[in-house]
């Protein structure tokens, strides 16, 4: 189970986390807990769908400590931090589109990491975040109308 | 369609968004088999302290270490000895036995709590050994009770005949059951253990020797 699966748990972690420390804890708790939770497994969904479940659960968990403790540090550097770096410097697509993507809700961010970014068929996702296909399929709209927005001027320039 | 243009430009943009390296497998699963393990280890902890074998093992130390107290402090003031026989004897006592008689009740209480665990050890022990539930903690608890028994046999409990008579059965099979220990799955032994208990009436004379209620109560009662 754990050869089979780890490659995509880990780079689903990866991928939402961008931190190769927590991509790996996170990894590590999936496994630990499907394998205690084995036996409770009654193999009506796949077991690459049932991994997921626990590897989103434990992701979305993770984060949410994660971000409450960034907040704080960010709180502290706010009052004594460095700037931004120097203004008027234009970062390029891909770095506009990664903040983009971060500032994006939980659920928009994890449907479109998982179907855009590393191919997730939208059953796939809907079974793993234990919501409707159409569910999953209207996030990734809104997800995508979302980057659109941020990315506007850009998406101007690039049209014309 | 512009729209759509633009989405596939961004998804193609994307596709460098965190981009994960070689996933650490090997590191990870050592960390996961670590993890596990001490996870068990704790598991283990906590079912050992709250089995109730180590409750029953706790309830006996401390109605043992009431009695050697009381004892202690009452032998100065009575001037008994220690290794006075017990007397087990409905009889009321008047005040100036009250001191001793209290001793023995404790001492009676822990051994009545011994014989008690006793008997719910032996009730489920050819079970567990045919069942291959005997694990490591069966076996650690069969040792205990051996040494509870021999604790008892040497206390002022051990004195009175009927306590005496059962601890030393009691002491006899519970040394064959932890040579069984040592040679597992030997059938002979258990079927020889077993009728042993059989033939002696083991058990209905343990059930006859432990009052009806929770012998907590017992404590309670003397304290």
Redesign the interface.
């Known amino acids: 189970m754990?050869?089979a699966h780890?490659?995509r748990i880990?780079?689903l972690a990866?991928?939402?986390?961008?931190d190769?420390d927590l991509?790996?804890e996170f990894?590590?708790e999936t496994?630990?807990r499907a394998?205690?939770k084995l036996k409770q497994f009654r193999g009506e969904a796949a077991l690459s769908t049932w991994l997921h479940s626990i590897a989103t659960s434990v992701i979305y968990n993770g984060m949410r400590k994660v971000t409450r403790l960034n907040k704080r540090h960010v709180d502290l550097n706010e009052t004594t931090g460095p700037s931004d770096g120097p203004a008027g410097v234009e970062p390029d697509?891909?770095k506009r589109?990664?903040v983009a993507?971060d500032e994006l809700p939980h659920g928009y961010k994890t449907v479109?990491?998982m179907h855009?970014?590393e191919g997730y068929k939208h059953e796939e996702i809907a079974a793993a975040l234990g919501v409707r296909s159409g569910t999953s399929k209207a996030q990734l709209s809104r997800a995508?109308a979302k980057?659109?927005e941020a990315?506007a001027d850009y998406?101007e320039e690039?049209?014309s | 369609m512009?729209?759509d243009r633009?989405?596939d430009?961004?998804?193609e943009?994307?596709?460098?968004?965190?981009a994960?390296?070689e996933?650490?497998?090997d590191?990870?699963?050592a960390?996961?088999e670590a993890?596990?393990q001490e996870?068990e280890r704790r598991r283990q902890q906590v079912r050992v302290l709250y089995s109730p074998w180590t409750r029953w093992g706790v309830g006996i130390a401390a109605a043992l270490a009431i009695g050697v107290g009381i004892g202690r402090l009452t032998s100065v003031d009575s001037g008994d000895s220690i290794g006075e026989p017990v007397a087990i004897s409905p009889e009321p006592t008047t005040s100036s036995e009250s001191a001793p008689a209290t001793r023995h009740l404790a001492y009676k209480v822990a051994a009545t709590q011994h014989l008690s665990r006793a008997e719910m050890f032996l009730t489920s022990f050819r079970m567990n050994l045919a069942a291959g539930t005997a694990d490591a903690e069966f076996w650690t608890d069969a040792g205990e009770l051996l040494a509870g028994t021999r604790l008892l046999l040497d206390s002022p409990a051990g004195n009175d005949p009927v306590f005496n008579e059962l601890l030393g059965e009691l002491e006899l099979v519970l040394v064959q059951i932890v040579q069984l220990s040592y040679e597992r799955g030997n059938e002979t032994e258990l079927e020889l253990l077993t009728d042993g208990i059989r033939r002696k009436g083991l058990l209905p004379r343990l059930r006859t020797a432990i009052p009806a209620g929770p012998a907590t109560g017992m404590v309670g009662g003397v304290l």
């Not at chain 1, 990866?14 to 961008?18: E, F, I, L």
């Not at chain 2, 943009?13 to 965190?18: F, G, L, V």
């Open positions: 754990y050869d780890v490659d880990y780079r990866y991928r939402m986390t961008g190769e991509a790996q990894t590590q496994f630990i394998f205690e697509l891909r589109l990664a993507i479109f990491v855009d970014i995508r980057l659109r990315l998406a690039w049209a | 512009m729209e633009f989405d430009v961004l998804k943009a994307a596709q460098d968004y965190n994960p390296p996933t650490p497998k590191l990870m699963w960390r996961i993890t596990r996870r």
